[in-house]
């Protein structure tokens, strides 16, 4: 991957369009390389939050060079830990002043390189700004910084009765900041939303350093929704440093349910008819006979039978007086579709070895294959028989087995796609699968990605789903935010003039999420 | 943005627009202000454009002739935002009705802007599935107008807004190029969630020319408590409500008789209105859930002394629609909104407020969202009778919504008018935003907008 800016490609009318050339200017301008020495970055920075919050030293800096996505390190400059929104607005301030590019980053949890400082940035990080500010249950509210990890939320207002509804699979060390950039999913997200649904309000630090309030804590917001666009901006836009969300009552109850299914059409055929008859559960995910094999070698042992193609986890949740209903005729709905066996978990221990089977995923396949690519496309749910098949059949083509790990009920997959990094040529096959996986999806009228993130990964891909008009809009809010370019360059949108030629070497393996759910 | 266009010829625009569209779609209006709604007097041509290309001819032809171009959706209800700039052409949305692809396994429909809220819920109803928007409007709103103003009702207490729902758009922008946003699948992170920056933007960044939205199962059995007492009763259920685990679908405290306030012995006027207030908890749960909710709701009736009855499917939709129905017609609708636990204190203020000027003032919030809507006055305006000019009542109101919005913002809140007549919002700012945001909200109609075709000077902060 180039450095080159996403920025260097306008449209013509650009200039006369622009009231004030010197924005203009600037917004042309890449992401420059500053004349300010290391020295002096360094000394600036920590005046402003203190020696011991700065990393310049090189040996310590090379855990920052990526995230989740390992393919395309890239060092930053130095690492910036604030306390506070103040000193972000300093942090960012000064280093706009001196044209230096910088990034923020979270728990570095992403799975699409948006946390990796491809143009050397200063990566201002944001784990030491991990408090719960406030909370008011009566008004179902919580107010954090955005280092707070997103389970940790949820320990500290459980006691009371309430929890906080996004829950990616990561979500006990990922940040409630890289959740607001990335609009993290989970599994509950079929009936409860995604990370958008969730924040009403913000806190953003904007790539000058000038910090606005964004959104409303109740109601709707007053001017065009910035807080809408800045969710799930990836960083690109500027740094939340306060965040406002809603925090729900824990439902008064839950069921949750195994079902084993024979064919994989049967499976598919058993989440549309479900929602087809007018339940939304909280949740249905699948996965197949791979990912059963490599979840059972782990620790955590279902004992799947090693000839069933699919097998659902299907969990209801509201008050208890009519949940036996719908649990009832989610079995039903499962009969009808020729399952071979169903089962609702008789205890907590049941249950929660279900779901730890399926959250540990991602890592298992890490086990029993040397390296994995995970891809997250989204198709319609009707679609799932004939995408699985043509997965299938990519997979057989290639000779790479590929697993499916996934949030059935939405339709987004997690087709993981394994191969062996030693073998020559292999990585390159493993990326070619992939990036063939997403053009099926959005064949069918899907998206390449659900939840993870364009980030570095899928820039190039964005093709697939969208045209010149469309991304050139995309750029031209960018420039709104961010016009000289120095806040998380290159990423999420393809620039207009960069050709496809640049995918070497870009592959997500399970490796440095070792210790991560999946 | 830009000065007028010093000789604007309405029969040449309406000539070119017709070689566009054909000439039946396409129609001088002598005095702009009844279509718009303000108090321009000058003339405006209207055109109906049959599709998507033609949108994007018209709006091109605007751009290049530097026209203000209006959209309006039903063209029933534009009595909102600041009184815009001068326009020269308004574009009605009406002949852009299909649905245009309805996927009921996948809760997914897309439609085209000019469809009425009743259309498309009748076409979702026939297969088990619903758009969960129930705003306070007529039932001929198109689907353009209610995302272009996110308007929302009290359905949002569970299922949230416009904003929630509306997952892909095809926008035509103020120079003619058509743009996508989103998808058309339910969860797509794929680059800027450009549809938000549409919805709520009131036809002043580009012209919705197909909406996708996300759905719900019609539920299979819904059911309305009703709950009548005095607010301070209603306030205390509320409170146990919020705090319960309870799922309340809509959760609407309302006090809509307004005869009383019309007395003129003040105090007992104010008595009786404060009694007046009915609180409604929809469950929209399975029935043995909804009993559950029932009985419990009950429980509270009872101990905090408050009457109690129910209604289920049909006739719990009846009430709705009667409910509704009976807020349609006034002039001046505001919209607070602030924490939930606050709703009681500023209802108290607007039935104070109602009792000494003797204004006939109906209010609902909706109770676990915080979202207050107040309905001043009979009859509104026909489109096409002119702004009849009344002081006093400007001043009132005016005064109305400048109190709420001091204590609203002092509560972490805000106030802004829905609807008023022009004279109203030109006194008051109707949105009455600060701060730094305004600044990106211009640097944002700039980019997309930078001549000002669209809706210039309508939109908060006066963009
Ligand atoms: C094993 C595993 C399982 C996962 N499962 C899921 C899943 O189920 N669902 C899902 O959605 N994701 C999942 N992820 C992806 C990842 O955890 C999420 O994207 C998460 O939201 C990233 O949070 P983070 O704190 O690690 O952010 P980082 O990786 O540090 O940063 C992510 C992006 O956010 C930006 N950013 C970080 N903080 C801020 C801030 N305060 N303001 C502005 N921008 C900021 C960064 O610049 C970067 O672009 C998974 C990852 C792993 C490794
Ligand atoms: C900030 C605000 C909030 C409001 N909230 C509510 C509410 O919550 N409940 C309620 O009942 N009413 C609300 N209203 C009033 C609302 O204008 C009308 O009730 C509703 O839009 C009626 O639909 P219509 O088809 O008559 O739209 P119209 O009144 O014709 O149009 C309404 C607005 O939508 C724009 N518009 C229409 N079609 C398109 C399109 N295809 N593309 C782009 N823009 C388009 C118009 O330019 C206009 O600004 C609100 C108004 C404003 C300004």
Redesign the interface.
Known sequence: MTTESTQGQTPP?KTQ???QPTQSAQSDAQPTQSATSQMELVAAMQRIVGAKNVIYEPHRLHVFSCDGYVAEPSLPRAVVMPTNTDEVAAVVRWLHQHKIPFLPRGAGTGLSGGAIPLNGEVIISLVKMKKLLSV?????RAVVQPGLVNLNLTKLITGE?YYYAPDPSSQSVCTIGGNLA??A?GSH?LKY??T??HIVAAKFVLPDG?????G??????????????I???EGTLGIATEITVRIL????AVKTALAMFDRVEDASNTV?AI??????PAAIEMMDQLAMQAVDKSNYHVGYPTDIEAVLLIEVD?????????AGRVVEICEQNHVRMVKVAGSEAERSLWWSSRKMAFGAIGRVSPDYIVQDG?????KLTEVLQRIADISCESGLPIANVF?AG???LHPLICYDSRIPGETEKAMRVGSEVLRVCVDV??????????GIE?VEE?RY???E???A??L??????NPGALCNAGK??PSPARCVEVKQARWTTGRNAAGVEG | METEIPNFAPNDALSSLSEICGIEAVRLIEHGGDILQTNQVDPVVFVTPHDEDEVVEIIRMAHASRWKVSVIGAGTQLASGAPSDRIHVVMGMERLNQVVEFAPADLVVTVQPGVTMEALQAVLAAEGKMLPLDPWLAPNATIGGIAATAASGPRRALYGTVRDMAIGLRVVYPDGTLVRTGGKVVKNVAGYDMTKLFIGSAGTLGVMTELTFKLRPLPLHRETVLLSGTREQIAAVQARLTSSVLIAARAEAMNLTTDVTTDVTTDVSREAADAAWVLAVDCDENESSARYQRDELKTWADEEGTDFTYLSNVDADAWWEATKGSVLDAGVVLRIAGRPSDWEKLARHVTAFAAETGLQIKQTWGVTVGVGRIFIGGPRQQPHEPDTPDSAFTHRVSGLLLELRQMASELGGSAIIERASTEIRTAVDPFGITGGATVLFERIKREIDPKGVLSPGSYAGGI
């Open positions: 009318t369009r622009d009231a008011d249950f009566e008004n179902l009765g990335e609009n999913g997200c939303g995604v958008t649904n000038e910090v606005i309030d964004v409303s804590g109740f109601g709707d917001p007053i001017g065009y929704d910035i807080l809408g666009l969710v799930g901006s009552k824990k439902p008064q549309s929602i087809g008859a007018g339940i939304i509201g008050l208890a007086a009519g949940l036996e209903e719908d989204v198709i319609p749910r009707t949030h939405d339709g987004n009228g899907g998206t390449i990605t659900g939840e993870h993130g364009v899928k964005m789903q969208f045209g008009a469309d991304l809009a995309q031209a809010m960018r420039d709104v935010f999420l949108i």
